[in-house]
């Protein structure tokens, strides 16, 4: 328990690095406000929802979570969950979404799934944040065509109403802004790529569109202060339906963030990460944010790499970027609500583009077809479906071709007696097994031995073999028994002895006609088999 939570521990990285890890933090939050705001508003909560995000779960997850310079805050991969929870059941819904879906993840945390939740195969990864940018950028649609309040099931169908209901007139502006804050982000990457390109792209354009006196949807009015936390009120047949997106949101905050987090330790040393206590720290996070009216959050990649470039070595920065955060809502709040919503569309357009990656698409067509098959069936089932959805079928598929993989370096393959050739030698079969007796392969190992004839001893090479399951040593228990009433004496020869144990429990052993039929060398074995051969011969 004391490993889960924060501890003193957490303060030593500060003493040496407090002053760049300010510096860091306040790169972040200037970074997050345009992100945190185009999220909000994406998820059809409002640009004000993302901020309390960023700012609550971010200071939550950097005080609780596993990893010293993780940045939370809502995601491009939670809008796509929380969007059709919000068209469904209302922006209230996304309260009791992000308090069960943050229970769901401490509970997690507390039963230790840390390691295995980041178990997620690389092309299903590639593919359903390849889908999360399609989806992403379908959902803006509306916003750049200055077309509102629409309804839909889908976000495909959401784009399509929104082109049907467009007006050149309109869409022009919209399209206009977009275009020049996409046009400056790209600029300002290219030239002085260290530059906060989204938040000056947005001051641009919004001040150009003030002065040009363009017709633009603005963000609005925004509160300058946190709402007080609260909790609303919800019947029990809601409180069931949403259950499964609850469920949806605590798998991805826990992969989303344990795969930012290893991102993270992967490009400066940062410390340890602690899976169990991140999932923890997010889950809280998540509760505190529904609680304040925001979204569930994740460990956010794009951030937590900028925290880690700039120079962030503890959790004092990622909780200085939630106070830069609350500094600007509560001083600046007028002025960003004047941000056109078709600006913060080109922010996040820009930002799917940056999520694809084209080499690792390149990489996985060029080295492996059913890697690639994975990735793309994951992208194409999490844009017409959903991602808890792709993420299943996609890990699922990539088992089915793993196990396939595993099988067809399985088999059985017969050897001659090794040293100089004896009378009847004939009569004995040597099986060397490779590979791994599981579920996937037990019947092709067996079937191979089985269908040898005209002898009187099988010997089973299990030394070479790497794995053997349940249903391995009970098709393994079924061989010795079918080949014994044929009147075959079988000799296990090598096995392992992390193989005894279940191997003795199924009934491998007990099969055999004599315990002394198990041994440990194989000269041993060939010596027994051609006594056997020898006591028949007449």
């Known amino acids: 328990m004391r490993s889960l939570l924060p501890s003193l521990a957490d303060l030593r990285p500060v003493r040496d690095s407090w002053n760049t890890d300010i510096v860091a933090g306040v790169t972040v939050g200037i970074v997050a406000l345009p992100l945190a705001l185009a999220f909000g508003a994406s998820a059809g909560l409002g640009p004000a929802a993302g901020l309390v995000t960023a700012i609550v779960a971010g200071f939550?997850?950097?005080?609780?979570?596993?990893?010293?310079?993780?940045?939370?805050?809502?995601?491009?991969?939670?809008?796509?969950?929380?969007?059709?929870?919000?068209?469904?059941?209302?922006?209230?819904?996304?309260?009791?979404?992000?308090?069960?879906?943050?229970?769901?993840?401490?509970?997690?945390?507390?039963?230790?799934?840390?390691?295995?939740?980041?178990?997620?195969?690389?092309?299903?990864?590639e593919g359903f944040t390849f889908g999360i940018a399609i989806v992403i950028a379908l959902q803006?649609?509306?916003?750049?065509?200055?077309?509102?309040?629409?309804?839909?099931?889908?976000?495909?169908e959401v784009a399509w109403n929104a082109v049907e209901r467009s007006t050149w007139d309109q869409a022009s502006i919209t399209l206009l802004v977009a275009g020049l804050v996409a046009a400056v982000m790209v600029l300002i990457q290219w030239r002085a790529p260290r530059m906060p390109a989204s938040l000056i792209?947005?001051?641009?354009?919004?001040?150009?569109t003030e002065f040009a006196g363009l017709d633009a949807p603005r963000i609005?009015?925004?509160?300058?202060?946190?709402?007080?936390?609260?909790?609303?009120?919800?019947?029990?047949?809601?409180?069931?339906?949403?259950?499964?997106?609850?469920?949806a949101v605590a798998l991805l905050a826990a992969i989303e963030s344990l795969l930012s987090a290893k991102v993270a330790a992967g490009l400066a040393d940062t410390g340890d990460l602690n899976p169990?206590?991140?999932?923890?720290?997010?889950?809280?996070?998540?509760?505190?944010?529904?609680?304040?009216?925001?979204?569930?959050?994740?460990?956010?990649?794009?951030?937590?790499?900028?925290?880690?470039?700039?120079g962030a070595r503890s959790r004092l920065a990622a909780a200085v970027h939630a106070l830069v955060l609350l500094l600007i809502?509560?001083?600046?709040?007028?002025?960003?609500?004047?941000?056109?919503?078709?600006?913060?569309?080109?922010?996040?357009?820009?930002?799917?583009?940056?999520?694809?990656?084209?080499?690792a698409a390149v990489m996985l067509a060029r080295v492996s077809r059913s890697a690639l098959l994975v990735f793309t069936i994951t992208a194409i089932v999490t844009v017409v479906f959903d991602l808890i959805?792709?993420?299943?079928?996609?890990?699922?598929?990539?088992?089915?071709?793993?196990?396939?993989?595993?099988?067809?370096?399985?088999?059985?393959?017969?050897?001659?007696?090794?040293?100089?050739?004896?009378?009847?030698?004939?009569?004995?079969a040597l099986f060397r097994l490779d590979g791994s007796a599981f579920f996937g392969a037990a019947d092709k190992l067996a079937d191979q031995i089985a269908a040898t004839r005209d002898i009187d001893v099988v010997i089973l090479r299990m030394s070479h073999l790497t794995m053997l399951d349940t249903t391995g040593a009970r098709r393994l228990a079924e061989l010795i028994t079918t080949l014994?009433?044929?009147?075959?004496?079988?000799?296990?020869?090598?096995?392992?002895?992390?193989?005894?144990?279940?191997?003795?429990?199924?009934?491998?052993?007990?099969?055999?006609?004599?315990?002394?039929?198990?041994?440990?060398?194989?000269?041993?074995?060939?010596?027994?088999?051609?006594?056997?051969?020898?006591?028949?011969?007449?």
């Open 60 to 125: 939550l997850a950097a005080v609780f979570g596993g990893s010293n310079v993780q940045v939370s805050g809502p995601t491009g991969a939670m809008v796509v969950v929380l969007a059709p929870v919000v068209a469904t059941h209302g922006t209230g819904a996304v309260t009791v979404v992000a308090i069960l879906g943050g229970l769901l993840v401490v509970a997690g945390g507390f039963l230790r799934l840390g390691r295995f939740i980041a178990m997620v195969p690389w092309p299903v990864i």
């Open 140 to 156: 803006q649609v509306p916003a750049l065509l200055g077309v509102h309040d629409l309804k839909g099931t889908t976000t495909l």
């Open 201 to 208: 792209a947005i001051v641009t354009v919004t001040l150009l």
């Open 220 to 247: 609005g009015a925004l509160p300058d202060t946190l709402p007080l936390p609260s909790l609303p009120e919800i019947d029990t047949a809601t409180l069931r339906e949403l259950l499964g997106p609850a469920v």
């Open 276 to 310: 169990d206590r991140e999932l923890v720290g997010q889950g809280i996070a998540s509760i505190g944010s529904g609680l304040f009216g925001g979204m569930p959050a994740t460990g956010a990649i794009a951030r937590t790499a900028v925290n880690v470039t700039a």
């Open 329 to 359: 809502v509560t001083t600046a709040s007028g002025l960003v609500g004047k941000i056109p919503l078709a600006a913060l569309a080109g922010v996040l357009l820009v930002v799917c583009a940056r999520m694809v990656d084209r080499e």
């Open 389 to 428: 959805v792709a993420i299943q079928i996609g890990i699922a598929i990539a088992a089915v071709l793993v196990l396939r993989s595993l099988a067809s370096t399985t088999h059985a393959e017969r050897e001659p007696l090794p040293g100089d050739p004896q009378p009847g030698d004939e009569r004995i």
């Open 484 to 538: 014994e009433r044929r009147g075959v004496t079988v000799i296990v020869k090598g096995l392992q002895e992390r193989h005894r144990s279940l191997a003795s429990g199924i009934g491998v052993l007990d099969a055999l006609r004599h315990r002394a039929h198990a041994v440990d060398d194989l000269e041993t074995a060939i010596e027994h088999a051609r006594s056997h051969v020898r006591r028949r011969v007449p």
